[in-house]
């Protein structure tokens, strides 16, 4: 660990480290003349009322000064830390000299940039603390003062977040898979069953105009109804393939993304192109059915906001991971725009990328022009068919 000597903090930081200071100025003035005058006796009743633990010690790791919350913290008195090795407070790494810094494992803490995670122990057990330690040098004396502070209960609130937060991902990959395979249902049953009857009853109006022959009134409403017959069965296909893309499961995940490529460029009018092999994206049906939802909202964000004339898919395999690249020539994309509450096309892409264990990342493309990229790794080594 590197020593942070005169570190530059503002506010609450700029107080504890004057506080450290005073600690260490205090125990060289007493250690100098025994008792010290008026301004050290001053400086003693600051650190003694101080709300932060306060330890000083010297270059081979003797507790030299501790104040009462030092000695609260640590569940013994002041005399009682005084003259005792640091390592009885705070546990040392098994490399560790002796020098105060050795007794933190070096990892940041996380609060401020001269703050460090330790351990603490106490007689019924250890705790997670973290410190700030500053030095000071006086009279041939160098001492070490350390401010320390007990994160037991933020650490355990830490945890918790963290456990909700798991419990949210495992709830929204579970309504992502009951989503699909109700989207699945309700695709098959509209394409089987309504489909079927509807081009039944095309067939028998067929039938029915060949014999009663094409003129008068008569023919001309068969015909009308044959033209609201073939609206309806095309409209039917469009809403059963956006629920569920039958090419997805007879032809797999590059005939479906060919169908979603050409059905994009129609309507939208938008250049697309698709480059990929057939080979590697033969996926089984849950990173197939993520990675085609990935594209597709990615597709419909690009339509909705983009103002973009092109894009570029680009799906090909690394080892055990599946690169896909989303590009677009369009008006490019700022932090901002991922942190609206309404862009939960994003937090759906995110989830779907997360839940394959894989990583994404959604900015400005980097090429010569404006536009949105989008970089997405999974690994799919065990969803390979």
């Known amino acids: ?42 400086s003693r009743r600051i650190v003694d009322n101080a709300g932060e633990a306060i330890i000083s010690a010297d270059e081979y790791s003797r507790v030299v000064l501790a104040n009462p919350a030092a000695a609260a913290m640590f569940g013994v008195s002041v005399a009682q830390m005084l003259g005792q090795p640091l390592a009885r407070f705070i546990r040392a790494p098994a490399d560790a000299g002796h ?82 395979e109700e989207r699945t249902h309700i695709s098959r049953e509209l394409h089987d069953d309504l489909g079927q009857l509807l081009a039944s009853l095309r067939m028998d109006l067929t039938l029915l105009r060949q014999a009663s022959g094409d003129g008068g009134d008569t023919g001309h409403l068969i015909a009308g109804m044959d033209a609201n017959l073939l609206t309806a069965i095309t409209s039917l296909r469009r809403i059963a393939t956006n629920l569920r893309p039958r090419a997805l499961d007879e032809g797999g995940l590059y005939f479906a993304l060919q169908g979603l490529r050409d ?12 480059l990929a092999d057939e080979a590697e994206l033969r996926l089984d049906d849950s ?78 493309d980097n090429g010569s022009g404006p536009g949105t990229r989008i970089d997405i790794v999974l690994p799919v080594n065990g969803h390979t068919v």
């Open 99 to 180: 020098s105060p810094l050795d007794h933190f494992q070096g990892a940041r803490a996380g609060r401020r940039a001269t703050d460090y995670a330790g351990i603490g122990i106490r007689p019924n057990g250890s705790f997670p603390i973290e410190g700030s330690i500053t030095d000071a040098f006086q009279d041939g004396i160098i001492l070490y003062t350390i401010i320390l502070r007990d994160v037991s209960e933020r650490q355990r609130v830490q945890q918790k977040l963290a456990r909700s937060h798991d419990q949210l991902r495992q709830l929204s990959a579970a309504l992502q898979t009951i989503r699909e």
């Open 1 to 42: 660990m590197t020593l942070q000597r005169n570190p530059r903090r503002r506010g609450r930081g700029t107080a504890l480290f004057a506080l450290g200071l005073l600690g260490g100025h205090l125990v060289a003035r007493l250690n100098a003349d025994g008792h010290g005058d008026a301004p050290t006796q001053h």
């Open 287 to 364: 990173a197939s059915t993520a990675i085609f939802r990935i594209v597709q909202e990615a597709l419909t964000n690009v339509a909705r906001h983009a103002h973009a004339t092109h894009v570029i898919l680009t799906l090909y395999r690394s080892n055990h991971d599946l690169l896909v690249t989303i590009c677009d020539n369009g008006r490019g994309i700022v932090d901002t725009d991922m942190e609206k509450a309404e862009s939960l096309g994003l937090v759906g892409m995110r989830e779907r990328v997360w839940a394959l264990k894989g990583e994404i990342n959604i900015g400005a």
């Open 263 to 274: 059905d994009f460029t129609e309507r939208h009018g938008i250049a697309c192109d698709l």
